[in-house]
């Protein structure tokens, strides 16, 4: 599968973005599906993943009432609802598939993901 992020943009603190995550390819329904984010200097980091069937979705602390994930697998687009957003948010968010078992035991784990999009630049000025 290919995955291809979009979305990103420049937005005040407050503000929200919607970031999708579409993929190409054949058996989509069949991957899990995370954002991670990077900002300079920093390492990358979970920030939210979906399952195949979306009965389990996962946010890291600091984004967890924010930021609602969720996936159309008709679509094959995954997206990232990003609300409240603050300065600390701004990063280069990257999507990544998995099609792994025992989802739920390795989605922060970057080396769970064997597919990765390009990234998406957020930037949340204050």
């Known amino acids: 599968v290919q995955l291809q992020a979009s979305g990103g943009g420049l937005v005040q603190t407050g503000g929200s973005l919607r970031l999708s995550c579409a993929a190409s390819?054949?058996?989509?329904?069949?991957?899990?599906v995370g954002w991670f984010r990077q900002a300079p200097g920093k390492e990358r980091e979970f920030v939210s993943g979906?399952?195949?069937?979306?009965?389990?979705?996962y946010y890291s602390d600091s984004v967890k009432g924010r930021f609602i994930i969720s996936r159309d697998n008709a679509k094959k687009t995954v997206f990232l609802q990003m609300n409240s957003l603050k300065p600390e948010d701004t990063a280069v968010y990257y999507c990544?598939?998995?099609?792994?078992?025992?989802?739920?035991?390795?989605?922060?784990?970057?080396?769970?993901?064997?597919?990765w999009g390009q990234g998406t630049l957020v930037t949340v000025s204050s």
């Open positions: 979906v399952s195949t069937n979306s009965d389990s979705k």
């Open positions: 390819g054949r058996a989509f329904s069949l991957y899990n």
């Open positions: 990544a598939g998995d099609r792994g078992r025992l989802y739920s035991t390795r989605y922060k784990n970057r080396a769970t993901y064997d597919y």
